[in-house]
């Protein structure tokens, strides 16, 4: 059974930066792809950055919104994925969840996520 445990959300000034963990256990690492989404209050979980790698390399995308200032990233030794939010908006406030698929490959569709983690939430005030 594959866990994801998120870390790194909380309360920020509009114009800073968080930093979001993802940290995966229950089968080997090389072997995923992963995905972050987040849930507005009100609103429906949308996509935000999706990441598949290899120990050659690696593929990432971005939802329009965020293309620019959030940066998908995978630490292989760590078992773990990040997400780098910088010049965040208070638009950007929202639970915010990672997810793991069993195949690698790029997905920006829920439906194509195996696991997913319970969430961290982020917060900006402007």
């Known amino acids: 059974q594959v866990q994801l445990v998120e870390s790194g959300g909380g309360l920020v000034q509009a114009g800073g930066s968080l930093r979001l963990s993802c940290a995966a256990s229950?089968?080997?690492?090389?072997?995923?792809?992963m995905g972050w989404f987040r849930q507005a209050p009100g609103k429906d979980r949308e996509f935000v950055a999706a990441?598949?790698?290899?120990?050659?390399?690696?593929?990432?995308t971005y939802a329009d919104s965020v293309k620019g200032r959030f940066t998908i990233s995978v630490d292989n030794a760590k078992n773990t994925v990040y997400l780098q939010m910088n010049s965040l908006k208070p638009e950007d406030t929202a639970d915010y969840y990672c997810?793991?698929?069993?195949?690698?490959?790029?997905?920006?569709?829920?439906?194509?996520?195996?696991?997913w983690g319970q969430g961290t939430q982020v917060t900006v005030s402007s």
């Open positions: 229950g089968r080997p690492f090389s072997s995923y792809a």
């Open positions: 997810a793991a698929r069993d195949i690698r490959g790029i997905a920006t569709t829920q439906n194509l996520y195996d696991y």
């Open positions: 990441i598949s790698w290899s120990w050659i390399s690696s593929s990432t």
